[in-house]
């Protein structure tokens, strides 16, 4: 018996270059291989969709997938699939986190996460709430409703400290950018580039303009961003 691992960034960076005859830009392809698990038939068509949608982070997930997904998910009731958006939209999520975001104590959090459990959707370690594959969770988030899925976002946005992650839920959490989510979006940019992560400074100022933040000094602030995170395609649009 051989057990077939998670393909790599770089593999999955070369297969769906050789498939498509076009490299993705690299935070799109960093999306893919996160969601897929590094798993190929599922990295193809979450690339089919990029090409459909013409970016990542507007790509719906696939029909392919989305059934697959909604096999596993669809049948939990409101209050357990407004736990898991939650927990699929935080970047480190706890049943501490769930409770603050959430208002519920943590034994109605574990009760809710349990039929979720019991199916594989989520594993439960000690605090931490994992989904069983990276695909179930972007399957709960696609399945959100627009509306549900911002305000997600402004809950997580109250409950995080990191001046990065308040000012990406601020601006998922809204339908247009007001100036304190616009100067957060500045400041969490400014400090991601001095970290040394331009390719995050890019995104979030890309984030701003789509905002209605859409200054020339944006546009030329994001284009050195994506050049310095070796994305010339991007830097020149």
Known sequence: ????????????????????????????????????????FFALELARAV?????AS?????????????????VFEDDVVAVLLIAALAVDPTTDVLAEVTAHPIGRILELLEPAEARGVVVLIGCQVRFAHPLLAA???????PVARRAAHRDLAAAVAQPELKARHLALGSADG??????????AATATRAQGAP????ELLELA??????????????????FAAGDADSARN
């Open 178 to 187: 007001d100036p304190a989510t616009l100067a957060a979006l500045d400041a």
């Open 58 to 74: 507007t790509a719906p997930l696939p029909d392919s997938l989305s059934t697959l997904v909604r096999e596993r998910t669809g």
């Open 139 to 145: 399957g709960i988030v696609a399945h959100a409703t």
């Open 1 to 40: 018996h051989h057990t077939v691992k998670p393909m790599s960034l770089g593999a999955l960076h070369a297969m769906i270059a050789a498939r498509r005859g076009q490299a993705l830009p690299r935070p799109e392809i960093t999306r893919i291989h996160r969601i897929s698990g590094g798993n190929p």
């Open 199 to 202: 390719a995050t400074a890019a």
């Open 51 to 55: 090409d459909d949608a013409d970016s």
């Open 209 to 226: 303009i789509r905002l209605g933040g859409d200054t020339p000094i944006r546009h030329i602030l994001a284009a050195g961003h994506h």
